[in-house]
């Protein structure tokens, strides 16, 4: 795997040099470029490490205290979770680089709003994959592995619930990221992820059920959020009363109207029948509520117009 990376390097190398002149190699060495570049390396490193020691921290926790299958029942959830969340990501993949860009050309007007549609998106996208599996998860993991493992369906749930924070949260982390002044974020973001499995340890010690990890997992994905609120009200690249109101206030809206409906006819139905009924009633619901909470005016008209326009060609 390493020699096919080298390989696909040298590649992209020699097409580059043959096709674009631009392109040409050369050492420079600037002392202070070389420091603010390896502080920045370091501290993403530090933040990094964190982030593995608290996923893998975890899944040593519950193999001590509970074994093989809770940590199958945990590799099963995180399996769903990564399927889940390709989608969003690769959307994800697409703002990284303007956020950099505004801040970098110090258009902090656009940026914060580039940054609140980012995070609202987000969550909508994850949530509109997400939701309909959590209130089939049952069904799906059954159909999927016949056999379940115990814990397997609450896992799956909390983690998504993880994920759903996070994807709301990480535009936020990407704009702290192009300010540069990562050391005393990263700092307390390590502290804040290493809580998990100081928390974890002290719950599961007490005799709590595995599921408490996760619950922990979510508890600190939120402290994780606000704490990236504060360093990115801190250096102005967002205001956190207009953030909460444009973003986390309409979120929380969305969820509150679209999932109870559809929660409660799930209790009804089981298998396909289930989970056709609860999705199609779920997807109705969050168009309508999306469409009249989760989007800002300038964003409805663009949807109408998008709308007016795939019209008018069918009709050409």
Not at 106 to 114: A, M, S, V, Y
Request: glycine content about 4%; overall charge positive; charged content about 15%.
């Amino acid at each position: 795997r390493f020699s096919v990376t080298v390989v696909i390097a040298l590649f992209y190398r020699i097409y580059c040099k043959c096709k674009f002149s631009e392109c040409k190699y050369h050492f420079v060495f600037d002392k202070n470029t070389f420091y603010s570049l390896t502080s920045y390396a370091g501290w993403n490193l530090s933040a990094n490490i964190a982030l593995i020691a608290r996923t893998q921290g975890v899944n040593i926790l519950l193999n001590i205290f509970y074994g093989v299958t809770v940590n199958a029942a945990m590799g099963i959830s995180t399996q769903v979770n990564s399927a889940v969340n390709k989608f969003v990501s690769n959307f994800q993949t697409a703002f990284m680089p303007q956020i950099t860009k505004l801040y970098a050309i110090g258009d902090f007007e656009h940026l914060r709003k580039l940054i609140g549609q980012s995070s609202r998106f987000s969550f909508l996208l994850l949530f509109a994959l997400a939701c309909p599996l959590m209130l089939n998860i049952d069904f799906v993991l059954k159909l999927w592995l016949k056999t379940v493992p115990e814990y397997s369906s609450v896992f799956c749930i909390l983690i998504l619930i993880y994920s759903l924070v996070e994807a709301a949260s990480k535009p936020v982390g990407l704009a702290i990221h192009a300010t540069g002044k990562v050391k005393f974020y990263n700092i307390v973001m390590s502290i804040a992820l290493l809580m998990n499995i100081i928390f974890s340890f002290i719950f599961l010690r007490l005799g709590f059920s595995p599921n408490v990890v996760l619950v922990i997992n979510v508890c600190v994905g939120i402290l994780c959020f606000a704490i990236r609120l504060l360093f990115a009200g801190y250096y102005k690249v967002l205001k956190i009363a207009e953030f909460i109101r444009s973003v986390i206030f309409r979120i929380v809206c969305i969820s509150v109207f679209v999932v109870p409906v559809p929660l409660y006819i799930s209790r009804y139905y089981n298998q396909w029948i289930g989970f056709f009924v609860t999705s199609s009633i779920f997807l109705c619901l969050f168009t309508v509520v999306v469409y009249f909470i989760g989007l800002t005016r300038s964003e409805k008209e663009g949807v109408l117009k998008a709308i007016k326009a795939k019209i008018f060609i069918l009709k050409g």
